[in-house]
Nanobody, 125 residues
Framework: QVQLVESGGGLVQAGDSLRLSCVAS????????VGWFRQAPGKEREFVAG????????NYSDSLKGRFTISRVNAANTAYLRMNSLKPEDTAVYYC??????????????????WGQGTQVTVSS
């Protein structure tokens, strides 16, 4: 019954910033953990960031921490991923995930209750 729809991707130049959005429909978003993964061409899906239901706990990939920021606005059923100082290696399809247990998605965990269809981010040199 829960659907996740990502948006905000596009073509940008290296050094630019971008904010992705994930809007949830159905279910009780307020109590879901939410996160972001990405998958580059020829690469496995990679954890990016996660946030718990109340927004007071976050997890990040060590390689991205400090450059990417996850946040959420429960009243809008929306989670965000702010990406700064983008690099060509950030080019990937970015997916949002949701977990009914309310915990923040984390590195090493790939099974979640809901996945979106993804939004393409392309960073040129």
């Amino acid at each position: 019954q829960v659907q996740l729809v990502e948006s905000g991707g596009g073509l940008v130049q290296a050094g630019d910033s971008l904010r992705l959005s994930c809007v949830a429909s159905g279910g009780t978003f307020t109590y879901y953990g939410v996160g972001w993964f990405r998958q580059a061409p020829g690469k496995e899906r990679e954890f990016v960031a996660g946030i718990n239901w109340s927004g007071d706990r976050t997890n990040y990939s060590d390689s991205l921490k400090g450059r990417f920021t996850i946040s959420r606005v429960n009243a809008a059923n929306t989670a965000y991923l702010r990406m700064n100082s983008l690099k060509p290696e950030d080019t990937a399809v970015y997916y949002c995930v949701a977990e009914e247990d309310g915990e923040a998605p984390t590195v090493g965990r790939y099974e979640y209750d809901y996945w979106g269809q993804g939004t393409q981010v392309t960073v040129s040199s």
